[in-house]
Structures are given as C-alpha cells and as structure tokens.
C-alpha cells in the first residue's frame, strides 16, 4: 500500500478522534439551544469551571483562598486532603446543578419572553461572571487534571495496524477513549429526550412556552433540567480537553471551534453536533496533509471557519437542522 | 367526580335535549382582574356545572379572554375567588393549574409546531405518566405498561377526532382547521375535568365551523366532559351551550339559557342588536 494512503487513513483516524472532541463541547451548546432557543456564549466557561472545580475537589483545594486571606490575613489554601476521582466527579456534578439553579433563578426567571438576543447578551454576561468568579475560587495557575483515563499512544492500535499494513498507526488513547464516552453520552442524551416524560417536556418547552404551561409542565424546572444538562456535559468536555491540555483559561475558547461544528451540524440536532464534529475533524486533519505542503501550515486553525462559511452560504440550517421553511 | 357533585349538594338540571347537567365543578365568586389603571373584569360571580356547555360570550374587549385566562391560571384577579370541585382554590401557577385537570386552547393556536401531531397530543398526557426517569429511559416496568396506556387513549382521541391521516405529519405543514382540531385533541389528552376552549373556531371557514361544532358536541356526549367556550359568532354559540354568560366592558350583563339571553333587554343592546342588524 502506497504510503501517502496510509499517512492519510492516520490522519482520517486522528480526525474522527479529534473531530469526537469538538462534538463534545457543540452538544452542550445544542442541549440548551434545543430547550430554550437560547445559543449560551457561556459552554466553553463551564466546561473551565466544571474542569477547576473538579481538580480543586481533587486536590482539596480551599475555595475562595486568595480572597479569605486577602481580607482576614490567613494564610489557607488546602484542607490537607484530597478527594478522590470517584467522589470528586459527583461532587462536580452537584455544583454544575447548583449553578443551573442559580442561573434559572438570578437571570432566566427575569427574562422570561425576551427576544433571544438578550437572552444571549445575558449568556456572555454570564460567561464573564463565571470566568472571574473561577479564578477567585480556585486560582489562576495551570492545573494538571488527572481523573484516570488512559494517555499517550494506544500500543494496541499501533501493533495491529503495523500486523495490518506494516506501518502502525499513532493514535491517543485519551481520544480513543472520549470517543466511547461521547457515544455513551449521547445514546443516553437521545433516549432521555426521545422516551422520558422530562424529555418530552423539554422538547415541548422549546417549542412554545405558553402551550408547555398549558399542559401542565413547569418551566423553572425544565430550565433547570436543561442547563444542568448542559453543566454535566461541559464537565465531561472539560475533563476531557482538560486531561489533554491541562486546565487552563484557554480551556474556554474551545467553544469557538464548536461555533463550526454547530454550522454544519445544526443548532437543534444532537446527531448533527457529533457528524459536524467528526466532519471538521476529519476535514481538517486531511487538509492539512494534503494543502499544508502546498500553501503552508497552521491550515488547522482557519480550515474549520472557511468549511463553515461555505455551509452557511450553501445550507444555513446546516447538515440535521430543522429546515427552514418561508410561508408566504 | 361523583363524590364533588355529591358535595356540592345541589342537584343539576335537565337540558332541552335530555342530557342531565350535575351539580358545581367550578364557581367564580366576585372575580375583579385589573391590569394597572384598567379594569378588565369587575365583580363577576357565575358558576360552571359538571357536564355542560357553558359559553362566555360579549363583544370584543369585554374582558371573555381574560376570564378565561383567570380560571386557566395564567392571570390572577385581584379581587375575588375561584372554588373548584368545593374548595377555594389558591393562587397557583399555570402549570400547576392544568395538573388539576384544567385544559384548554388558545385563540391563537398554541401547538408545538416542531412535533408531530401524535407528538404533541401525547404532551396532553405527560402529568398521567408517573414512572420514574430510569423506567421510561429503559422502558421497563411501570413505564412500558404506562406508555401503551397513554398511547391507546391517544389513538382513541385521534380516531375520535378523525385525524389518523395526518397523526405523523409535522403540526407546522397542518392548514388552520386541523390545527385547531389538533390542539383540542391534545387538552383532551389529557381527560379534562374542565375544558376551556378559546374561540375554537375563529378563523374557519363554514365547513370546518360545522365539523369543529359537532365535535365539542360530540365530545361533551361521548366523554361527559364540562365545556367552557368563548365565541364570537351567535348562532354557533346559541347552537352549542347550555347556558351563556354574557360580558360587556368587563361586567356581566347577563346569564342564562341561550333563550333567556337572546331575549335580555340589556343583552340586545349591549351585543346582540349590533350584532344583528
């Protein structure tokens, strides 16, 4: 097999990897979209909140340290313990739905019919609270996040594929394994919303608040429901790109590499968000195999926007997107 | 529904056409909704038996919506109260309103336009679905049971209400008529002690004016379901209801038979002789 095939299909496998990594932070966006016809500026802050909080619990870490010591000059900054993994990640998820709480309680609640714009004007308020309030509780610094996943090149992949094609493939084993997570997450998202009585709701809800009410479903709570939704799957991409990188402030604009991801997918489809992903992954990997020699590198970091530009030129509502229909 | 008509302790009547009216389901007892300086209802007592048709009409801006809004929660009087099945009932939230057996339609169709329309007749039924988040996720145990439940009294509405032919169709490529006819099929889902129908057949042609009236007759016959309805037009409602409260400017001006009314002084003037001539 010629070489340039096989340097490729290893670019196509780190693609779909990558492309899994993507899919995981545009789904937080699609949950809250779908539900609530609000596009939430804040994911990619949670999914940093989330990821902090979540190595804070670990390493029992005093929250609001700097600010206590600042005003009662003490001198704390740990317990003295540290939570393991299996408590620390439920304990994470009770905070994402506090925080759900509190957001439908201090903004949703007062904007209740509200065009969607300011809705969205509420959501990167909310980001840049969120930022800020994440760093005084937990600090600035870089964190290594370790939860147990698995990390560096799958030896299993490698051997079977050098069996395979005489050349092995590199493949991480933390991608391999968010690939299986995100499936896991999204099975369970299509059946909660496709089989549950909550999910019906929730479905409902979005479609038409004064309808949803008449029907007997509550509001506040399946706003709740959704951003906690939401608040759970930002730490699953925050664990994820947080073992991969380190925890980190950039951590937060990894919601920008959703935005294409969302274009091509479609802001209202749950499949859409992981076909977008693995598209954009994919494309990207192979564009720059095959371009970066020709044109020059980095192609990585603009590839994605121009594929979404295309899309919104050609299919606005994107790949799974409700079709958009004129009635004159 | 048997013990509250016993508990009201008042017999019902019997109508023209022979069907047997109960006792009080609900009692609106000196309503007085204002919105800032504007008094939308003043000081309005009727009552609403088990089994009737009772229609609210009065011209436009007569407070009918508002009334309606008032028994179906989503606006609170600030005067006044609402006795339902014998007690007071306290403020409560729309939601929470519906969840005691209050459904009802809008004036401006409220369906969910993404869904289709078994979709959004099965949300009529999600407070009778009490399995738990696990069950209906793994179908397993009660929820599977409950489902096939909810979906056989669905399929007995949509069959009912004879629109099989479009029950996977997305409500939002749906003409008017049949949406109308979809978001009564999904308040009636929900097996209403109360049904509130804001006028259902604003906006339809003659056609579908008849098949909309025959169904709330049919309904009220088949299922014994207490009907409370604003219309605008008169012969319908006249057609229709057991009795008919009449508004203008926010009070009432009359109550009673559709005869009774029709031949009210003040009713005339008020609606009907513009109406009419």
């Given at each position: 097999?010629?070489?340039?095939?096989l340097?490729?299909?290893?670019a196509?496998?780190?693609?779909?990897?990558?492309?899994?990594?993507?899919?995981?932070?545009a789904?937080?966006?699609?949950?809250?979209?779908k539900?609530?016809g609000?596009?939430?500026?804040?994911?990619g802050?949670?999914?940093l909140f989330?990821?902090l909080?979540?190595v804070?619990?670990?390493?029992?870490?005093i929250?609001?340290s700097?600010l206590?010591?600042?005003?009662?000059?003490?001198?704390?900054?740990?317990f003295?313990?540290?939570?393991?993994?299996?408590?620390?990640i439920?304990?994470t998820v009770?905070?994402?739905?506090?925080?759900?709480?509190?957001?439908?309680r201090?903004?949703?609640?007062?904007?209740?019919?509200?065009?969607?714009?300011?809705l969205?004007?509420a959501?990167?308020?909310?980001?840049y609270?969120?930022e800020?309030?994440?760093?005084?509780?937990?600090?600035a610094?870089?964190?290594?996040l370790?939860?147990?996943?698995?990390?560096g090149?799958?030896?299993?992949?490698?051997?079977l594929?050098?069996n395979?094609?005489?050349y092995g493939?590199?493949?991480?084993?933390?991608?391999l394994?968010?690939?299986?997570?995100a499936?896991?997450?999204v099975?369970?998202?299509t059946?909660?919303?496709?089989y549950?009585?909550?999910?019906?709701?929730?479905?409902?809800?979005?479609d038409?608040?004064q309808?949803?009410?008449?029907?007997?479903i509550?509001l506040?709570?399946?706003?709740?429901?959704?951003w906690?939704?939401a608040?759970?799957?930002?730490?699953?991409?925050?664990?994820m790109?947080?073992?991969k990188?380190?925890v980190?402030?950039?951590?937060?604009?990894?919601a920008l590499?959703?935005?294409?991801?969302?274009?091509?997918?479609?802001f209202?489809?749950?499949?859409g968000a992981?076909v977008?992903?693995?598209i954009i992954?994919?494309?990207?990997?192979?564009?720059?195999?095959?371009?970066?020699p020709?044109?020059?590198g980095?192609?990585e970091n603009?590839?994605?926007y121009?594929?979404?530009?295309?899309f919104?030129?050609f299919?606005?509502?994107?790949?799974?997107?409700?079709r958009?229909?004129?009635?004159? | 529904?048997?013990?509250?008509?016993?508990a009201?302790g008042?017999d019902g009547?019997?109508?023209?056409?022979?069907r047997?009216?109960?006792?009080?389901?609900?009692?609106?007892?000196?309503?007085?909704l204002?919105?800032?300086?504007?008094?939308?209802?003043?000081?309005?007592?009727?009552?609403?038996?088990?089994g009737?048709?009772?229609?609210?009409?009065?011209?436009n801006?007569?407070?009918?919506s508002?009334m309606?809004?008032?028994?179906?929660?989503?606006?609170?009087?600030?005067?006044?109260e609402?006795i339902?099945?014998?007690?007071?009932?306290p403020?409560?939230?729309?939601?929470?309103?519906?969840r005691t057996?209050?459904?009802?339609?809008?004036q401006?169709?409220?369906l969910?336009?993404?869904?289709?329309?078994?979709?959004?007749i099965?949300?009529?039924?999600?407070?009778?679905?009490?399995a738990?988040?696990?069950?209906?996720?793994?179908?397993?145990?009660k929820a599977?049971r409950?489902?096939?439940?909810?979906?056989?009294?669905?399929?007995?509405?949509?069959?009912?209400?004879?629109?099989q032919h479009i029950?996977?169709?997305?409500?939002?490529?749906l003409?008017?008529?049949?949406k109308?006819?979809?978001?009564l099929?999904r308040a009636?889902?929900?097996?209403p002690?109360?049904?509130l129908?804001?006028?259902?057949m604003?906006?339809?042609?003659?056609?579908e004016k008849?098949?909309?009236?025959?169904f709330?007759?049919?309904?009220?016959?088949?299922?014994?379901t207490?009907t409370?309805?604003i219309?605008h037009?008169?012969?319908?409602?006249m057609d229709?209801?057991?009795?008919?409260?009449?508004m203008?400017?926010?009070?009432?001006?009359?109550?009673?038979?559709?005869?009774d009314?029709?031949?009210?002084?003040?009713v005339?003037?008020?609606?009907?002789?513009?109406?009419?001539?």
């Amino acid at each position: 097999m010629p070489d340039t095939l096989l340097f490729a299909m290893e670019a196509t496998l780190n693609g779909l990897t990558a492309g899994v990594m993507y899919a995981l932070v545009a789904l937080g966006f699609v949950l809250i979209f779908k539900a609530s016809g609000i596009f939430n500026f804040a994911q990619g802050v949670m999914a940093l909140f989330a990821a902090l909080t979540l190595v804070g619990l670990q390493s029992g870490q005093i929250p609001f340290s700097h600010l206590i010591n600042a005003a009662f000059g003490t001198r704390v900054h740990h317990f003295g313990w540290n939570m393991p993994t299996f408590l620390a990640i439920p304990a994470t998820v009770l905070v994402m739905i506090g925080l759900a709480v509190l957001v439908e309680r201090f903004i949703l609640k007062h904007l209740v019919n509200q065009e969607p714009i300011i809705l969205f004007m509420a959501t990167i308020g909310l980001a840049y609270f969120l930022e800020g309030v994440g760093d005084i509780m937990w600090g600035a610094e870089v964190k290594a996040l370790d939860v147990g996943l698995p990390k560096g090149m799958s030896d299993t992949v490698d051997t079977l594929t050098y069996n395979w094609f005489g050349y092995g493939f590199y493949i991480d084993r933390l991608e391999l394994w968010a690939a299986g997570i995100a499936a896991i997450l999204v099975a369970s998202l299509t059946v909660f919303s496709q089989y549950t009585k909550q999910g019906r709701a929730l479905r409902a809800v979005a479609d038409d608040h004064q309808a949803a009410l008449s029907v007997g479903i509550s509001l506040r709570f399946i706003w709740v429901l959704t951003w906690s939704i939401a608040g759970i799957v930002a730490l699953v991409a925050g664990i994820m790109w947080g073992s991969k990188s380190g925890v980190q402030f950039s951590l937060s604009l990894i919601a920008l590499k959703a935005l294409p991801v969302l274009i091509l997918g479609g802001f209202t489809s749950i499949p859409g968000a992981i076909v977008g992903g693995l598209i954009i992954g994919v494309g990207e990997k192979l564009f720059d195999f095959f371009m970066s020699p020709i044109i020059g590198g980095a192609t990585e970091n603009w590839f994605a926007y121009m594929l979404a530009l295309v899309f919104l030129l050609f299919r606005p509502q994107g790949l799974f997107g409700e079709r958009i229909i004129e009635r004159v | 529904m048997l013990d509250t008509q016993a508990a009201s302790g008042e017999d019902g009547y019997i109508t023209p056409d022979g069907r047997k009216i109960g006792g009080v389901a609900m009692e609106m007892r000196n309503i007085t909704l204002r919105f800032g300086g504007v008094v939308a209802i003043k000081d309005i007592s009727f009552d609403i038996r088990w089994g009737e048709i009772r229609a609210i009409i009065g011209p436009n801006g007569a407070g009918k919506s508002s009334m309606l809004n008032v028994i179906s929660g989503f606006y609170h009087p600030q005067e006044g109260e609402v006795i339902y099945k014998g007690f007071r009932r306290p403020k409560m939230r729309p939601y929470q309103v519906a969840r005691t057996g209050i459904a009802r339609t809008f004036q401006n169709i409220a369906l969910f336009e993404g869904m289709s329309v078994l979709d959004n007749i099965m949300t009529g039924r999600l407070h009778h679905m009490k399995a738990n988040l696990f069950q209906q996720a793994l179908w397993w145990g009660k929820a599977s049971r409950e489902e096939d439940e909810n979906r056989a009294q669905v399929e007995k509405i949509i069959d009912f209400l004879e629109i099989q032919h479009i029950r996977k169709t997305p409500v939002a490529r749906l003409p008017y008529g049949l949406k109308k006819r979809v978001e009564l099929a999904r308040a009636l889902a929900a097996e209403p002690s109360i049904l509130l129908l804001d006028e259902p057949m604003a906006g339809m042609n003659v056609e579908e004016k008849e098949d909309m009236c025959r169904f709330i007759l049919d309904v009220n016959d088949e299922f014994g379901t207490t009907t409370v309805l604003i219309e605008h037009d008169m012969g319908v409602v006249m057609d229709l209801s057991d009795r008919v409260v009449v508004m203008d400017y926010g009070k009432k001006i009359g109550d009673g038979t559709p005869d009774d009314v029709r031949n009210d002084e003040e009713v005339i003037k008020a609606y009907l002789g513009v109406a009419h001539e």
